[in-house]
């Protein structure tokens, strides 16, 4: 038996600590938590995507009363800014969620649908993406979603052939 152990980075910063377009594109993704629609959890998550043309595309988690019709922030977020620019690349996606509370003081983290799109998005631009995750308390950064989603499944397999 040989284990195999993977590494994965992920830095813990303060809002202070970050650049002026890593702030300007945090408080984009704050701010779409107020265009999200979430009468059901009433959680709102909002997403904001800097592209390599220098465009922001902003998203927000969209619910159903039919649960599973629903949809998370980030994929609202990646499948918008895949189908209105296809050829560019996503440089960092910032997320932010609130409750009835406020801003959540850890971060929030892509549940495991949005990483498996960050995944396809970084595949078919061929770059990683930085991912912001804010919360008030700290905000974590990494780089590319290898991080978030080691041994992960991706299209390699699909054509990959027998040993
Ligand atoms: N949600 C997101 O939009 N992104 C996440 O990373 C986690 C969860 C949404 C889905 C649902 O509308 C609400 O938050 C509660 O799960």
Known sequence: MEEMKIEIR?????YDELNEED???IEQAKEATQRSYAPYSRFSVGAAALLANGEIVTGSNQENAASP???CAER???FYANSRYPDQAVKTLAIAARNAS???GKPISPCGAC???LLETERRHGSPIRILLYGTTE???????DNLLPLSFSGEFLSEQPL
Request: aromatic share 8%; hydrophobic share 35%; glycine share 12%.
């Open 10 to 14: 992920i830095c813990s910063l303060h």
């Open 139 to 145: 905000i974590y950064q990494t780089n590319g979603i």
């Open 76 to 78: 609202t977020t990646l």
């Open 23 to 25: 702030r300007r594109l």
């Open 69 to 71: 019709s629903g949809l």
């Open 115 to 117: 990483r498996q799109v």
């Open 102 to 104: 406020g801003f959540t």
